[in-house]
T-cell receptor, first 114, second 109 residues
């Protein structure tokens, strides 16, 4: 089975802190994604990566950056956390083509910024 | 853009079939219909997809109308563990999934 793991299930940070969210997948998938999920707004794509060191902005990249130094690991970075970044963060991965619709999600990290 | 319309919530008795409708009247000829679900405190999970023909797998069946303007996801024997938010998706931009609000399915004993 594909496994996508995220470093923390719950995280509490202070405003202005730099925050790292880690995601690891074990199926050699080319693509990896970061979403945030908020009540009433559904899932929104922040960034995605289709290869090592490659990244593309999603719909809401402002305030975030990403890093993909190894194929299995995709990190989301909040350079200076703000209260409006309190949310559920979901990582996903899938193969490069063919079955691009079938994304595998991690369990999520609920981040609270105070 | 193809957009979907789903009921906000539905209830289903345990052991009965759960039929979740989705309207996608502006779907284009080459766009697939995908279904995901999200159980509380977990990430979304892929269920099934289809283009024109009805599809069935170990989790569910997907019935797509001939004009492709609507579809129905069928869970043949719903259990309490099927309580979740079900998303019907007909827009995939490149490798991106575009999730709507979904339907909250409550399976009751």
């Amino acid at each position: 089975d594909v496994k996508v793991t995220q470093s923390s299930r719950y995280l509490v940070k202070r405003t202005g802190e730099k925050v790292f969210l880690e995601c690891v997948q074990d199926m050699d998938h080319e693509n990896m994604f970061w979403y945030r999920q908020d009540p009433g707004l559904g899932l929104r794509l922040i960034y995605f990566s289709y290869d090592v060191k490659m990244k593309e902005k999603g719909d809401i990249p402002e305030g975030y950056s990403v890093s993909r130094e190894k194929k299995e690991r995709f990190s989301l970075i909040l350079e200076s956390a703000s209260t409006n970044q309190t949310s559920m963060y979901l990582c996903a991965s899938n193969v490069g083509s063919g079955r691009a619709y079938e994304q595998y999600f991690g369990p999520g990290t609920r981040l609270t910024v105070t | 853009d193809a957009k979907t319309t789903q009921p906000t919530s539905m209830d289903c008795a345990e052991g009965r079939a759960a039929n979740l409708p989705c309207n996608h009247s502006t779907i284009s000829g080459n766009e697939y219909v995908y279904w995901y679900r999200q159980i509380h405190s977990q990430g979304p999970q892929y269920i099934i997809h289809g283009l024109k023909n009805n599809e069935t797998n170990e989790m569910a069946s997907l019935i797509i109308t001939e004009d492709r303007k609507s579809s129905t996801l069928i869970l043949p024997h719903a259990t309490l563990r099927d309580t979740a938010v079900y998303y019907c998706i007909v827009r995939v931009e490149g490798n991106k999934l575009v999730f709507g609000a979904g339907t909250i399915l409550r399976v009751k004993s």
